[in-house]
């Protein structure tokens, strides 16, 4: 859907229109284009007292190609990203004349600070420090990254409040940092370091001998990426998983070989996340209601994908799910399909209560069950769920749609420790203002306030869910489980 404001401000007349009235000034998205570089440009290094992650995030910058600079805080990184064989040197902040002549040639593309060491709260200056001197150099939708160790982990009470702290930290500084620019922390459990495969040894020449976790790799490519243009204001912990990545793993195919299915794939925000998938590698399934196979079947020739049309509330639908997709098992299972029936609670009848719970929740766990006893679902498969911002901070007139999404969140964290047994993930997405059929459907007072409360002044687009549904889906995103993943360019609401 077009957003007339955000195309005005970004036009020249509108620019100093909205300059001269301080109105919002919502940055064009940099977003992921098979036809550009991915990755490209400066990252700026800094880190606190007895950096952890500055190896594996060498290593990251070393498979992406990106040049580094270093703070004066992060003294380490300089031998170390020598090491590594990377291009690097000395961080020097930005001097603003300079940025007027030269543009964003002399501006970094993201800051990333390891944190990991920090046990006390007066070692937070070193936040300070960095961020102070080098948030000026952060070109436009640009990336900002902070690595902790999860609070719950820490050995003392310092070490917990001084990690937690960086929560309040990381969210201020999407709000600061404006110009279409994201901002997002990082917990790494210890022993979640490298992305290596089993049996490897760093280059800091430590062997891990306990087999290694699947490590940090898929998820700084996603912060760092234009991948995650939406995701800002978002805490993601990183366990400990084996890895199931080698050292011939494609990462522009990531999802070669699997398959995937997506329900509520005809249209909107599931035709988007059927496009994703496939576009990484994935053979897509898209199952939609019988009434859209016209609009099923056209996405699935788009992608060469199949289609199934099923009612997925009625209740042989689990079943027949579990037997067509028998033979061929399922790698990825997205759970998108959702329906709305809005009135405040005094006004909305039994049945509209009803149909919502038993669509978008009952559902969910009716599908599940049934592919988990069949063992449809493969070992270390994945799960990820469309849950909402609904589901987060409840909204006037959807009790019914808001109980179905906080249960989708319910679900995702009750479910993770059983299905870790088998090595499978349980994820969930919770989407803000996406621009779709549905929200152009609002009144015009109602969808600008949702497009312009939020740090990027605008909403987000359907491909910005599938982006991040897609990189939980990730080979590499085995330590992520139990989590809830907000898309909603830092939503003032419910934060």
Same mark, same amino acid.
């Given at each position: 859907m077009?957003?007339?404001y955000?195309?005005?401000?970004?036009?020249?007349?509108?620019?100093?229109?909205?300059?001269?009235?301080?109105?919002?000034l919502p940055e064009?998205?940099?977003r992921?284009?098979?036809d550009?570089p991915e990755f490209d440009?400066?990252?700026?290094?800094?880190?606190?007292?007895?950096?952890?992650l500055?190896?594996?995030? +060498?290593?990251?910058? *070393?498979?992406? @190609?990106? /040049? %580094?600079? &270093?703070h004066?805080g992060a003294? !380490?990184w300089?031998?170390?990203?020598?090491r590594?064989?990377?291009?690097?040197?000395?961080f020097?902040?930005?001097?603003?004349?300079?940025h007027?002549?030269?543009?964003s040639?002399?501006?970094?593309?993201?800051?990333?600070?390891?944190?990991?060491?920090?046990?006390?709260s007066?070692q937070l200056?070193?936040?300070?420090?960095?961020?102070?001197?080098?948030?000026?150099?952060?070109d436009?939708?640009?990336?900002?990254?902070?690595?902790?160790?999860?609070?719950?982990?820490?050995a003392s009470?310092?070490?917990?409040?001084?990690?937690?702290?960086l929560e309040g930290?990381?969210?201020?500084?999407?709000?600061?940092?404006?110009r279409?620019i994201?901002?997002?922390?990082?917990?790494?459990?210890?022993? +979640?370091?490298?992305? *290596?495969k089993s @049996?490897? /040894? %760093?280059? &800091?020449?430590?062997?891990?001998? !306990?087999g290694?976790p699947?490590?940090?790799?898929?998820?700084?490519?996603?912060?760092?990426?234009?991948?995650?243009?939406y995701v800002?204001?978002?805490?993601v912990?990183?366990?400990?998983?084996?890895s199931?990545?080698?050292?011939?793993f494609?990462?522009?195919?990531?999802l070669?070989g699997q398959?995937?299915?997506?329900?509520?794939?005809?249209?909107?925000i599931?035709?988007a996340i059927?496009?994703?998938l496939?576009?990484?590698?994935?053979?897509v399934?898209?199952?939609d209601?019988?009434?859209?196979?016209?609009?099923l079947?056209?996405?699935?020739?788009q992608?060469?994908?199949?289609?199934?049309?099923?009612?997925i509330a009625?209740?042989?639908t689990?079943?027949?799910i579990?037997?067509?997709?028998?033979?061929?098992?399922?790698d990825?299972?997205?759970?998108n399909?959702?329906?709305?029936?809005?009135?405040?609670?005094?006004?909305?009848s039994?049945?509209?209560w009803?149909?919502?719970?038993?669509?978008?929740l009952?559902?969910?766990?009716?599908?599940?069950?049934?592919?988990?006893?069949?063992?449809?679902?493969?070992d270390?498969?994945?799960?990820?769920?469309?849950s909402s911002?609904g589901g987060?901070?409840?909204?006037?007139?959807?009790?019914?749609?808001?109980?179905s999404?906080a249960g989708?969140i319910?679900?995702?964290q009750s479910m993770?420790p059983h299905?870790?047994?088998r090595?499978?993930?349980?994820?969930?997405?919770?989407?803000?203002?996406?621009?779709?059929q549905?929200?152009?459907?609002?009144?015009?007072?109602?969808?600008?306030?949702g497009?312009?409360?939020?740090s990027?002044s605008q909403?987000g687009?359907?491909v910005d869910?599938?982006?991040?549904?897609?990189?939980?889906?990730?080979?590499?995103s085995?330590?992520i489980?139990?989590?809830?993943v907000?898309?909603?360019?830092q939503?003032?609401?419910?934060?």
């Amino acid at each position: 859907m077009n957003d007339s404001y955000l195309n005005f401000v970004n036009s020249p007349l509108g620019a100093r229109v909205a300059r001269s009235l301080r109105w919002p000034l919502p940055e064009v998205l940099r977003r992921y284009r098979a036809d550009t570089p991915e990755f490209d440009g400066i990252v700026a290094v800094g880190a606190g007292p007895s950096p952890q992650l500055l190896d594996a995030l +060498a290593d990251v910058i *070393a498979h992406i @190609g990106m /040049t %580094s600079v &270093a703070h004066a805080g992060a003294s !380490a990184w300089v031998p170390l990203a020598n090491r590594h064989g990377l291009m690097t040197g000395r961080f020097e902040p930005a001097d603003p004349a300079a940025h007027s002549q030269a543009g964003s040639q002399a501006r970094v593309r993201a800051l990333v600070f390891d944190a990991s060491g920090i046990e006390d709260s007066a070692q937070l200056d070193t936040l300070y420090a960095f961020f102070h001197d080098a948030l000026r150099s952060l070109d436009k939708c640009g990336r900002i990254v902070v690595l902790g160790r999860p609070p719950e982990a820490c050995a003392s009470p310092r070490q917990w409040t001084a990690q937690r702290a960086l929560e309040g930290v990381t969210r201020s500084l999407g709000k600061e940092a404006r110009r279409g620019i994201t901002s997002n922390l990082i917990y790494v459990a210890d022993g +979640a370091k490298s992305g *290596a495969k089993s @049996g490897a /040894t %760093s280059s &800091a020449g430590n062997s891990n001998d !306990a087999g290694i976790p699947s490590g940090i790799e898929s998820t700084l490519r996603f912060f760092l990426s234009p991948r995650s243009a939406y995701v800002s204001g978002q805490v993601v912990r990183i366990g400990t998983a084996p890895s199931a990545l080698g050292d011939d793993f494609d990462w522009t195919q990531p999802l070669a070989g699997q398959r995937a299915v997506v329900t509520g794939a005809a249209r909107g925000i599931g035709a988007a996340i059927a496009h994703v998938l496939a576009a990484q590698g994935a053979h897509v399934t898209g199952i939609d209601v019988p009434a859209a196979t016209d609009a099923l079947d056209a996405t699935m020739r788009q992608i060469s994908g199949t289609a199934l049309p099923f009612d997925i509330a009625a209740p042989e639908t689990p079943a027949q799910i579990a037997a067509a997709l028998d033979e061929l098992g399922v790698d990825v299972f997205v759970h998108n399909a959702g329906i709305t029936k809005d009135k405040t609670i005094a006004k909305m009848s039994e049945p509209a209560w009803r149909n919502v719970i038993d669509i978008n929740l009952s559902a969910q766990e009716r599908i599940d069950d049934a592919l988990l006893e069949a063992g449809t679902l493969r070992d270390g498969g994945r799960i990820v769920c469309v849950s909402s911002i609904g589901g987060i901070a409840g909204n006037l007139g959807q009790t019914n749609y808001a109980a179905s999404k906080a249960g989708v969140i319910g679900r995702v964290q009750s479910m993770a420790p059983h299905l870790a047994k088998r090595r499978i993930t349980i994820n969930a997405v919770a989407p803000g203002f996406i621009e779709t059929q549905m929200t152009a459907k609002m009144p015009l007072a109602i969808r600008e306030a949702g497009r312009r409360m939020n740090s990027m002044s605008q909403g987000g687009q359907p491909v910005d869910v599938a982006q991040t549904i897609a990189w939980l889906a990730h080979p590499g995103s085995a330590g992520i489980t139990g989590q809830v993943v907000r898309v909603c360019g830092q939503s003032l609401i419910g934060a």
